[in-house]
């Protein structure tokens, strides 16, 4: 079991920003794949952005590209998602998909990841 652990997120207003966190302690990330997803009421599980094993590769769902950015710190065993100039739809729980095999590519699904956190709650309000 590939455990993460979830943080950062938050109530804030429109046009601010946060830093979510994605932690591991008992296996090196650099290793995987690591996806955010956000999952709001009465929706799917949708895919924000990944980062490739490398750190080489990232895509991000067109709503939130140029807005958000996904560092990887290998030192510190986390992934972050950076999101700016946040909207009311970018409210949801947000979780930290770690995937077995290669899954980072554009319009990559919650499917292609294995392991999963708690998940963080972001609300956005306008």
């Known amino acids: 079991q590939l455990k993460t652990v979830e943080s950062g997120g938050g109530s804030v207003q429109a046009g601010g920003s946060l830093r979510l966190t994605c932690a591991a302690s008992?296996?090196?990330?650099?290793?995987?794949?690591i996806g955010w997803f956000r999952e709001a009421p009465g929706q799917a599980r949708e895919g924000i952005s990944c980062?490739?094993?490398?750190?080489?590769?990232?895509h991000y769902l067109d709503s939130v590209r140029g807005r958000s950015t996904i560092p990887r710190d290998n030192a510190r065993n986390t992934v972050y998602l950076q999101m700016t100039r946040l909207k009311p739809e970018d409210t949801g729980r947000y979780y930290c998909?770690?995937?077995?095999?290669?899954?980072?590519?554009?319009?990559?699904?919650?499917?292609?990841?294995?392991?999963w956190g708690q998940g963080t709650q972001v609300t956005v309000s306008s």
């Open positions: 980062i490739s094993n490398s750190g080489q590769k990232s």
């Open positions: 998909g770690t995937a077995a095999n290669r899954a980072c590519g554009d319009g990559s699904k919650w499917w292609d990841y294995d392991y």
């Open positions: 008992e296996f090196n990330m650099a290793g995987y794949d």
